[in-house]
């Protein structure tokens, strides 16, 4: 602030004299602002696949006349469901870069009759699917194998319980604690209390509503997928990602930058086409944290590989990320032990945002 000094005169402009500071020069502190930490992020190398064995499968629910084990492709729903199974083969059937091992069809039965006669029609019918799939691709016979699922009371007790059919708990118990084997000191089984709970009003709903749905076969292909390099990896990882491996989705990740869209959705993709790999788990979950999504990375952590410094720092990152930061030191200091360099970053921001809270907290004061 300047006190300034003039002359004016009637016809004259006027004449500034002089200039007396008021005040020397002031400097006005800026408040601190809340500091919003950078979270550093590590992510696990998946191990080399020498093989890549793979699956896949389809459920086929096939109408056949009753007692009967020949397929009417006609013959109610079976144009639909044997098209499912067509169109799985059919998919691999034009794909180069994969060796099939085997064709299984397993036939499950509806838990009616005795199991010998379920177990010979359940094959009857799974080799009938067997013989229609053989004159329409081009695979060996011998890649082909039969076999019985059993009785498929785990599907009874599914549609069972997602009902809302009359005395559910009951069946649903009967189902649960009754053993299927007959017990002949006292005459029971499952089928027999299931036929004579409630004078069998229940039982027949679920043979006219159920037991139809419960008589499938399942079309499984096993399978062996060539090695790619990265640019090969990069074009597969947009049409069929199955067929690569952890380590090569990896490795296409690292082309990117560290932390870019790209980069996050790729291990995104890792997780969703391995949903129960630990090593998958843990580097989605390292890429949740990068976008401070602590819900998603939390549930990715709970099927996570525990075992390495990359989880304890993610640990560390997602306590710090919400506030609690003595459950972030535990964890970063044991990541920092074991060498971990991401972790000793992050400690700095631990460090920088409780002094942070205490200049706040002054200012507050």
């Known amino acids: 602030l300047d006190i300034k000094k003039a002359g004016m005169g009637c016809c004259k402009p006027g004449k500034l004299l002089s200039t007396f500071p008021l005040f020397g020069t002031v400097t006005l502190e800026q408040p601190p602002v809340p500091y919003h930490i950078v979270p550093h992020i590590s992510y696990v190398r998946p191990q080399v696949e020498p093989v890549k064995k793979r699956e896949m499968s389809c459920e086929a629910f096939l109408d056949f006349v009753v007692s009967k084990t020949i397929i009417r492709p006609d013959y109610m729903n079976n144009p639909v469901e044997l098209e499912k199974i067509s169109s799985m083969l059919a998919e691999v059937r034009n794909d180069t870069t994969i060796t099939i091992r085997g064709i299984s069809v397993i036939g499950y039965a509806s838990p009616e009759g005795s199991v010998l006669f379920n177990k010979q029609l359940s094959e009857g019918r799974a080799k009938a699917l067997v013989n229609y799939l053989l004159p329409r691709f081009p695979f060996s016979k011998e890649l082909y194998k039969v076999e019985y699922g059993g009785e498929n009371w785990e599907g009874l007790r599914k549609m069972v319980a997602e009902s809302d059919m009359a005395e559910k708990d009951r069946i649903l118990h009967i189902i649960d604690h009754i053993p299927v084997e ?14 004579l709970y409630k004078q069998g009003n229940p039982y027949r709903f679920m043979l006219r509503e159920y037991y139809p749905h419960l008589r499938k076969a399942i079309c499984k292909i096993e399978y062996d997928v060539q090695n790619f390099n990265i640019e090969q990896a990069k074009v597969l990882i947009h049409s069929r990602p199955q067929n690569l491996s952890l380590n090569e989705i990896y490795l296409v990740a690292l082309t990117y930058k560290n932390g870019s869209p790209e980069f996050i959705e790729l291990f995104e993709t890792a997780v969703s086409v391995f949903p129960d790999d630990k090593i998958a788990n843990l580097n989605a979950a390292s890429a949740a944290l990068s976008r401070k999504d602590t819900l998603l990375a939390e549930k990715y952590l709970k099927k996570a590989e525990t075992s ?14 919400r506030g609690d930061y003595e459950q972030a030191k535990l964890h970063l200091n044991k990541a920092a032990e074991s060498g971990l360099k991401q972790a000793n970053f992050n400690l700095e921001e631990l460090a920088k945002k409780e002094e942070n809270i205490e200049l706040m907290s002054k200012l507050d004061y």
């Open 182 to 195: 007959i017990n002949y000191r006292t005459n029971t089984s499952r089928k027999k209390s299931l036929m």
């Open 308 to 321: 390495t410094p990359e989880y304890e720092n993610a640990v560390g990152v997602l306590h710090l990320l």
